[in-house]
């Protein structure tokens, strides 16, 4: 069984479009899963989710598609989460909202989006001198002990950073990296970026061994059009945003005033 798996599209059909492109270049997969953060972002968040709704993808919630969904648009609402709440319905909305936490795609592989039980919490990472790195081992499990002891494979995103870590005794973590946003800052204390490195859409593919066999992952990077989508973040007033699509870093004077991760 070959499983897709998508991860943060933050609203970038262009870069999402890229990957479905090179997925069915592959030859597809039995199944794609979505591990949440779809809309949020100053791109497309109204033509992404259309997109989405079409493909009718298992997929579970992300911090950002629940507070896109659910918070007051007031002055502590985050702006990209402000800019895709007001460019989705109602139903869109509540779409978002009713999505789960974890989901069971396959007998012993699990999605969620951050840790199993929570959403905006990282598990695989930590902040050292401002910036995302893999935390400590001991961390990992501390986190992991919400995780169904059945397990055998978890999918997460949330960090942007693409990770393969097999626990000792344990599960294997798998996050394929961010779709539509290959960089971001984020000012919850303590303040750090998250950063690729290049602009390219990543996304992975796990394909379940069976009869002996190991299972496989693969992490893969795609080029799309990002100038356009960079383009389209300077139009909506979000350089920093721009200076990330381009590059997959994070201009080092980035304001503090986008997307937020916590």
Known sequence: MRIAVLADIHGNILALDAVLEDLARRGGT?????????????LWPRETMERLEALNLP???GNHDRRVA?????ETMWA???????????????????????LEIAPGVIAFHARPDHDEKYLLDTVTDGHLVRAPLAA??????????ACRIALCGH???????????GPVIFNPGSIGCPAYDDDTPPAHVSEQGSPHARYGIVTLGGAGRQDRFEMIAVDYDHEAAARQAEDA???????????????????HNGLHHG
């Open 140 to 149: 990992i499990l501390r986190r992991l002990k919400a995780l169904d002891p």
């Open 237 to 255: 007033g979000r350089a920093e945003w721009a200076h990330g699509l381009r590059t997959g870093f994070m201009p080092e004077a980035a304001q």
């Open 30 to 42: 039995d199944l794609t899963v979505n591990l949440g953060d779809s809309v949020s972002g100053p």
């Open 80 to 102: 990209s989460d402000v800019y895709a709440q007001e460019r989705l319905t109602q139903a869109q909305r509540d779409a978002l909202f009713a999505q789960p936490l974890t």
């Open 159 to 169: 960090s942007h950073r693409a990770e393969l870590i097999r626990i000792p005794n």
């Open 59 to 61: 997929t579970v919630r």
């Open 70 to 74: 659910a918070d007051p648009p007031d």
